[in-house]
């Protein structure tokens, strides 16, 4: 059979009546008005003749069944977008296990040192993923590390200051603070001009504090917080209470008057854009459909499969992008395929990339200790559409609310997760102190709890620590063996 599918977004859908033709004709009249002054006539004759098919449509199952359009799947057209595919032939039906193969790929997690070994390898994995994301708890080794070296496993911390000292990766906002490759720098401007044009106006005092700040940067060089009196006129009330040089400081980063690198300590060192980007870096402006096209494919590479809401996600910053418009040209273009996958249960729209039409994936059923922070797990909903687990960091929940422990990292064999592992590293004892093993209801073969058994092993020598204590599991089998084979 051959399907007509209309995509709208803007208006909530309405049930169809025998009123609906009126709505229709009312709508077509409409839009023949706002499209009468375009140059291309194109879009015009298209706008019209979704809305045509879709009564067709009505007309089709209202004498077949008079059943409510709404139920046979098809949506009403927005006044002001509408998306029309003639058939569904280009879609992509996948079982859920070859979902979580293109995933697991697109993570850089179908086997170990997926990107390769050394310093080089680090890059191409940022530059893989987009953004490798930037997190100060130190509960164990920071975020950004602990990603790279899930990926990269003889990774060395210094790489990525290296990276950053040749230019070729830089830290900014995407959806939150990454680090990604230098060459998509233009792509960072949108988001900085975003914040520039959302804050609100500053105090005469602010403005000239913020002179002064970029002032001494520019004479001095690279500044930290620290390089600042303190100018603070009253105590602190928390976190997140800044000083005003503080303020100031990250203000001049948001809008991109400076830019940052890190010290091995994790401080930001503030700078000039002109000492940290090569001058053969492109600075053009993208337009809005330039932005949110990049974003889109972006998503894709690094998630493998994806909805709509994590596109717009990682747009979050940029106000009144594109996004919705420009994926369904992509799929016109056939540069972005439609994804189905059987047996799963919500409707939402799935979208992938073609390339993994034809591309065989091979896992390796390796064990993975990943991060929460890690561009697999920030979305809970994915892990539980695709992965059947159903997760939640719970350092910000309230501690008598905690299941599984404040820090819990999720732990992935093949393409399943089979436990979490509460875990925190005691620097000063040399000690990984596993809190709480608790393992997912899956059966553990004796292979798959050796690889676990190494992978503890390892990133226990990533922070640094010598021994491991497991203090509490729900599998006293499992754990037994565990202990036995450290």
């Known amino acids: 059979m051959t399907h007509l599918l209309v995509i709208s977004s803007g208006s909530p859908p309405r049930k169809f009546t025998d009123s609906w033709s009126d709505s229709a004709q009312a709508d077509m009249t409409r839009i023949r008005l706002n499209r009468s002054g ?12 979704t809305i045509n098919i879709n009564f067709c449509i009505y007309l ?52 170990p040192a997926q990107f390769g070994k050394g310093r080089e390898a680090v890059y191409k994995l940022i530059e ?74 500053l105090t005469p005092a602010e403005t000239n504090l913020t002179a002064k700040v970029l002032d001494r940067v520019a004479r001095e060089g690279p500044l930290m917080v620290k390089d600042f009196e303190n100018d603070r006129q009253e105590a602190s009330s928390g976190w997140w209470d800044w000083r005003p040089s503080k303020v100031a400081l990250e203000r001049l980063f948001l809008d991109g008057r400076l830019m940052t690198t890190r010290t091995r300590d994790f401080q930001k060192l503030y700078d000039l854009p002109k000492n940290l980007i090569p001058d053969d870096t492109d600075r053009t402006m993208p337009t809005p459909e330039e932005f949110a096209r990049h974003t889109i494919l972006r998503v894709l590479r690094s998630l493998g499969i994806a909805y709509v809401k994590e596109m717009n996600w990682r747009a979050r910053f940029v106000k009144g992008h594109c996004i919705r418009e420009e994926i369904g040209k992509l799929v016109e273009e056939g540069k972005v395929c439609p994804v189905k996958i059987e047996g799963l249960r919500t409707t939402a729209p799935l979208y992938t990339l073609p390339a993994y039409r034809s591309k065989k994936i091979e896992l390796s059923d390796d064990a993975f200790i990943l991060s929460p922070f890690d561009t697999l797990n920030v979305f809970r909903h994915r892990l539980r559409d695709f992965f059947d687990f159903d997760y939640q960091i719970e350092c910000f929940v309230p501690e008598p609310k905690r299941k599984y422990g404040y820090f819990s990292l999720p732990v992935l064999i093949g393409d399943t997760f089979v436990a979490g592992m509460d875990s925190k590293a005691d620097r000063k004892q040399k000690t990984l102190i596993i809190h709480n093993l608790h393992f997912e209801p899956v059966k553990l073969t004796r292979p798959a709890i050796v690889k676990l058994t190494d992978a503890i092993r390892t990133f226990a020598r990533f922070n640094n620590c010598t021994d491991i204590v497991i203090r509490k599991s729900n599998n006293k089998l499992y754990v037994k063996a565990i202990r036995e084979d450290l």
């Open 128 to 201: 893989h993923l987009g953004y490798i994301q930037v997190d100060a708890n130190y509960t164990v080794e920071r975020a950004h590390h602990h990603a790279i070296f899930s990926r990269v496993p003889d990774y060395k911390p210094e790489w990525l200051e290296e990276l950053q000292a040749d230019g070729r990766i830089f830290e900014f906002y995407t959806s939150d603070s990454g680090f990604q490759p230098m060459h998509e720098f233009r792509f960072s401007l949108p988001v900085k001009q975003s914040f520039a044009a959302g804050r609100k106006p």
């Open 38 to 49: 375009s140059p291309s006539r194109f879009n015009w004759v298209r706008s019209s003749l």
């Open 60 to 111: 089709i199952l209202k004498l077949v069944n008079n059943k409510d359009i709404w139920a046979g799947g098809i949506r009403t057209p927005s006044l002001k977008k509408s998306l029309f595919f003639p058939s569904r032939m280009n879609q992509l039906t996948l079982t859920p296990s070859q979902a979580r193969r293109i995933i697991l790929h697109a993570a850089g997690l179908s086997r």
